[in-house]
């Protein structure tokens, strides 16, 4: 069961990932639940984001890559629960950031579909990051 809820779980992030890198709204929008909150924490703060806040601040930015691990996963019948870890790489104003995080999203069968509702990101330091 493990083996098939992280299989799950890869197809959706890594479907997601590909339409963020093509940046395939319509796409996004058909995996993002509307009621999706992204909570991020940094160093100096953290913040919420909604599924239109995210999306206008991606098209700011111009995807380079972006590698992800499955840690740990459970499905359960309407809900399951990925742990992934990230690393990505954005142009933003002219420079390249390259990022690593440890990203907990919460994904609710909803209209026939699996779509993610919630998003939490934590970094994590370069020197730990295994991927």
Request: aromatic share 6%; proline share 2%.
């Amino acid at each position: 069961m493990a083996a098939d809820a992280d299989a799950l779980i890869e197809t959706l992030e890594r479907e997601w990932r590909d339409a963020l890198c093509a940046k395939d709204i319509d796409r996004l929008r058909t995996l993002i639940h509307p009621d999706f909150r992204l909570i991020g924490s940094r160093s100096a703060s953290v913040f919420t984001m909604t599924r239109e806040q995210w999306l206008d601040a991606i098209q700011e930015r111009e995807v380079v890559a972006i590698r992800l691990a499955i840690r740990d996963s459970a499905v359960l019948d309407q809900v399951m629960v990925g742990t992934i870890e990230a690393r990505w790489s954005v142009s933003y104003l002219g420079r390249q950031i390259d990022d690593c995080v440890i990203l907990t999203d919460v994904w609710v069968f909803d209209e026939g579909c699996w779509r993610v509702i919630r998003r939490h990101s934590s970094p994590v330091p370069d020197k730990e990051c295994a991927v």
